[in-house]
T-cell receptor, first 112, second 113 residues
Framework: GENVEQHPSTLSVQEGDSAVIKCTYS??????FPWYKQELGKRPQLIID?????GEKKDQRIAVTLNKTAKHFSLHITETQPEDSAVYFC???????????FGTGTQLKVEL | NAGVTQTPKFQVLKTGQSMTLQCAQD?????MYWYRQDPGMGLRLIYY???????DKGEVPNGYNVSRLNKREFSLRLESAAPSQTSVYFC????????????FGDGTRLSIL
């Protein structure tokens, strides 16, 4: 089955700096890559997703890049703010039944 | 719209007891999912239902059963709870077709003593 690895497990940045979280996947058939943000005690919420027919997608301060050849994708957050502090999960899916395999999460802390 | 609603929010069980976690969505989604979340292990798929009338095993199905009661509702049952099943359980749903975003409920925090 699919295996998704996510790094780093914790990330601390200063407010205003950029943050980058990286994920690799194993199944070359995967073609859907969402990112979720989870605040403490809350539900995971989708923040951005990318499909395999594009290499990059941007939404305001958030961007995701995909390298299908290398089987890795990354989340970029620019101009970080304290409210960006949360756990971020990447995932990979192969369409069809719409099953997702999640990474183990990155705890992002934005310090003032 | 409430989105995905899970009940109960919290539950404490004794080893060997049984329990059904309830999930309902009001987004007219065809697909529904049950995940468990443990510290340091992300979200792991227990069972999913691609459409009404179908269910399939995910990554960690042992010790669980599911029922897709109708298009709106998807329940998860623990027949004989074990301490290893202490976790936070999330239900999610998505529209039909591949590569559709999954929307999560607020979770059920389950402790088994």
């Amino acid at each position: 089955g699919e295996n998704v690895e996510q790094h780093p497990s914790t990330l601390s940045v200063q407010e205003g700096d950029s943050a980058v979280i990286k994920c690799t996947y194993s199944d070359s058939a995967s073609n859907y890559f969402p990112w979720y943000k989870q605040e403490l005690g809350k539900r995971p919420q989708l923040i951005i997703d990318i499909r395999s027919n594009v290499g990059e997608k941007k939404d305001q301060r958030i961007a995701v890049t995909l390298n299908k050849t290398a089987k890795h994708f990354s989340l970029h957050i620019t101009e970080t703010q304290p409210e960006d502090s949360a756990v971020y999960f990447c995932a990979a899916g192969t369409g069809g039944g719409n099953k997702l395999t999640f990474g183990t999460g990155t705890q992002l802390k934005v310090e003032l | 719209n409430a989105g995905v609603t899970q009940t109960p929010k919290f539950q404490v069980l004794k080893t060997g007891q049984s329990m059904t976690l309830q999930c309902a969505q009001d987004m007219n989604h065809n697909s529904m999912y049950w995940y468990r979340q443990d510290p340091g292990m992300g979200l792991r798929l227990i069972y999913y239902s691609a459409s009404e009338g179908t269910t399939d095993k995910g990554e960690v199905p042992n010790g669980y059963n599911v029922s897709r009661l109708n298009k709106r509702e998807f329940s998860l049952r623990l027949e004989s709870a074990a301490p290893s099943q202490t976790s936070v359980y999330f239900c999610a749903s998505s529209a039909q077709g591949g590569n559709q975003p999954q929307h999560f409920g607020d979770g059920t925090r389950l402790s088994i003593l």
